[in-house]
Structure formats: C-alpha cells, structure tokens
C-alpha cells in the first residue's frame, strides 16, 4: 500500500533519514553509469506514480521543490517572461 498521508510521509522520512543518506552515498560511490541509475529509479517512480491518484494527494505539489539548475534558470525565466534574479528570488528562495 502506498502511503498518502503527509504526516507519515515526513515521520518516515525522519526516522530514515541516516539511511536513506547512506544508501544515497552507496550509490553515488558505485562503479557504475548514472543513466542506469536513473533508469531504474524512474521505472519504479512509474510503478509508484501508477497508484497514486494525485488529485487526491497532490502532497508532492504541497511539500516539495523542484530542483533548478543554474543554466535552466535563464532558459525558464525566459518563459515566464521576467527577469532571471526575479524568477531566483520569487521560486528559488
């Protein structure tokens, strides 16, 4: 069963978070090709995505971030329409 509830979420992130950080620099520390990594990470990402109905969670858009490299900021603020310092300083910070 997949767990929704966003305070069980972040308890278990807690309570694992000296594990998952070593399993993170485990793989990191592997002889072996990201893309492969990645590879397998979004093909259980799918497994996980397919049991979740996001309209009735959407605790992913509630809690998280997403990650912005530096060279997709301009390309982003682009499309916005603003200034790259405006969109750092208004989605970034």
Partial sequence: MIQTNISKIQYYG???ERRNWNFRSFLKSLDIDET???AIV???YQDIVSQIDCKSCANCCKE?????LED????ISNKFG???????NKYLE
Wanted: net charge neutral; charged share 40%; aromatic share 4%.
């Fill in 72 to 75: 997709e900021i301009q390309p």
């Fill in 64 to 68: 998280m971030r997403p990650l912005v």
């Fill in 14 to 16: 807690q309570k694992n």
């Fill in 36 to 38: 492969k990594v990645d």
């Fill in 82 to 88: 603003i200034l790259k310092e405006e969109f750092r």
């Fill in 42 to 44: 979004h093909e259980i």
